[in-house]
């Protein structure tokens, strides 16, 4: 059986997911905390790929977000959350074919993990990629969808940006 570092490697984070637990050490994480699942293919060859197909991504979800999703008294300190994440905190952004994707230092795990559980309920129409690289040296967000989904984020954060 497989370490516990290589089982834990990539989560796919998603609203998405259906009903998928962990296997490995058993402890606690702020992702698990959350809510949030662990991929399906975790077994001891390894997880397969961060950017496989995601059954429940085929599923039709309009391209818009509900801002009722999050508690009133939780919109503030999100939204300053996603400015500082999104905007100041990372150490590396690229655009992606179907998305963009971050690059932060592992420490901000427990930061990407409270900004995925609310941004995932109001923007059900994302897929949400947190990988952490071995030895974590790097932690990778991958925010991904079909290309209206994208134009959608991108001018979601130019709007955010300007603030």
């Known amino acids: 059986m497989g370490t516990p570092l290589a089982v834990a490697r990539v989560i796919v984070l998603s ?49 818009a977000c509900d801002p009722t999703a999050i508690a009133a008294d939780e919109v503030e300190e999100h939204l300053a959350l996603v400015k ?40 059900p129409f994302l897929s949400f990629t947190l990988e952490v690289s071995p030895g974590r040296r790097a932690l990778w967000l991958r925010l991904t969808g079909s290309a209206e989904a994208k134009a959608f984020l991108l001018s979601g954060m130019q709007t955010i940006a300007h603030k």
Do not use: M
């Not at 949030?36 to 599923?59: C, F, H, M, R």
């Open 84 to 123: 500082h994440l999104l905007f100041e905190a990372f150490e590396e952004r690229q655009e992606l074919a179907d998305g963009v994707a971050w690059r932060f230092a592992t420490e901000r795990f427990g930061d990407l993990c409270r900004y995925v559980d609310n941004e995932s309920r109001c923007c």
């Open 15 to 63: 609203s998405r997911t259906g009903e998928q637990k962990r296997k490995g050490d058993g402890q606690s994480s702020p992702c698990l905390k959350a809510g949030v699942s662990w991929p399906k293919n975790d077994e001891s060859e390894g997880i397969g790929s961060p950017l496989s197909a995601d059954t429940y991504a085929q599923q039709e979800i309009a391209v």
